[in-house]
């Protein structure tokens, strides 16, 4: 999978349509674990690296239809 190759700390990530999401914390397996200080729960929360549809600079769009955990994103 190169994406996982790609994927580094501090990346933004970001829904379909560029909206903010997360921040990428590290790479677990095959999960991105996404930093505790984007979350409303104050939670680490895990997005599956097969959601990725792109990554141009440096951030990650997820794919059209991509669940969103609970507390990520809600800001």
Known sequence: MFEKLR???HME???NS???IGTVD???DDRIKLTKSD????????????QIDRIDDNRIYLK????VPMGVGQA
Request: negative net charge.
């Open 26 to 28: 590290e790479v677990v």
């Open 7 to 9: 994927i580094k700390e």
């Open 64 to 67: 059209q239809g991509t669940p």
């Open 18 to 20: 560029g909206q903010h």
């Open 39 to 50: 979350s409303s729960d104050g939670a680490h929360h895990f997005i599956a690296i097969d």
């Open 13 to 15: 990530i970001a829904d």
